[in-house]
C-alpha cells in the first residue's frame, strides 16, 4: 500500500535454484510493467538466478494516467 493507494506487482522466479537477487521494476508515467524494455530486463536478470517484481503504479492500478506535474526549473529544486 501507499500514500496513492495499491500497487500491484507480477513476480518472476527463476527457472532453477535458490535466488540469487531480487530486482524490483516500474514503469514510467506513460508506460506499464509489460513494456518492451522492462521485459528485457526481467528476463536478463531471470537468466542470471534473479527474483523479478514487475510493479504497476497506484495510479494505474486505478485505471488512470500520471498527473501533469508544473514544470520546476533548475533553481527552484536546488536548496
Partial sequence: MTGEGAARAEVDLPAAGEPAFLLVLTHGAAGNPGSPDLLAVAEAALGLGGVVARVTQ?????????????RV???????
Avoid: F, L, M
Wanted: overall charge positive.
Fill in 58 to 70: 497506484p495510479y494505474r492500478v486505478k485505471g488512470r494516467r500520471a498527473q501533469a506535474h508544473r
Fill in 73 to 79: 526549473s533548475d533553481r527552484e529544486q536546488v536548496r
